[in-house]
T-cell receptor
């Protein structure tokens, strides 16, 4: 079967750095997405990786290792508004998105 | 632009009744999707459409039907609602099936 694993919940301090991991086992691989979802709102696109390595976008970076079936989202200089759920999704060989259950990130002052 | 709109925002429905959730996008995207999101589970695909006039089944299609008469609209119908269909429903679209998906604000449905 296809599976995406992420930690259920993480806590971090305002101004700090946090890394959210995602491991996957899917039927083929055609890219990995990270989305942010604030409580009661829709998911919004953060990043996309299809090749190995690090993609940096402001305070957020996303890393991919296809051989390890592993990705992480790195958030720097955390702000209170970063409190949200972070969803990892992998596109399989049929171009269907397989979603993780999400990681709830709690930021404390 | 509005992007993707969904209606209603929320609804309480008696079991056995039918209901259509509406989704409209103004981005001229070819592909559209319906997901349900339940606590502790990832988004699960119900139905999708890669282009107007075509639809396909996702991971959890039973009890739901869709149509895609034109590019902009992708309604989801529950013919006879059951309590297990209580969920938050998100509509999404992408330019092509392999592109980034963009989500509507969601419909919170409670079936009693």
């Amino acid at each position: 079967g296809q599976n995406i694993d992420q930690p259920t919940e993480m806590t971090a301090t305002e101004g700090a750095i946090v890394q959210i991991n995602c491991t996957y086992q899917t039927s083929g691989f055609n890219g990995l997405f990270w989305y942010q979802q604030h409580a009661g709102e829709a998911p919004t696109f953060l990043s996309y990786n299809v090749l190995d390595g690090l993609e940096e976008k402001g305070r957020f970076s996303s890393f991919l290792s296809r051989s390890k079936g592993y990705s992480y989202l790195l958030l720097k200089e955390l702000q209170m508004k970063d409190s949200a759920s972070y969803l990892c999704a992998v596109r399989d060989r049929d171009y269907q998105l397989i979603w993780g259950a999400g990681t709830k990130l709690i930021i404390k002052p | 632009t509005a992007g993707i709109t969904q209606a209603p925002t929320s609804q309480i429905l008696a079991a056995g009744r039918s209901m259509t959730l509406r989704c409209t996008q103004d981005m001229r995207h070819n592909a559209m999707y319906w997901y349900r999101q339940d606590l502790g589970l990832g988004l699960r695909l119900i139905h999708y459409s890669n282009t107007a006039g075509t639809t396909g089944k996702g991971e959890v299609p039973d009890g739901y039907s869709v149509s895609r008469a034109n590019t902009d609209d992708f309604p989801l119908t529950l013919a006879s609602a059951v309590p297990s269909q209580t969920s938050v429903y998100f509509c999404a679209s992408s330019d092509e099936e392999a592109d980034t998906q963009y989500f509507g604000p969601g419909t919170r449905l409670t079936v009693l």
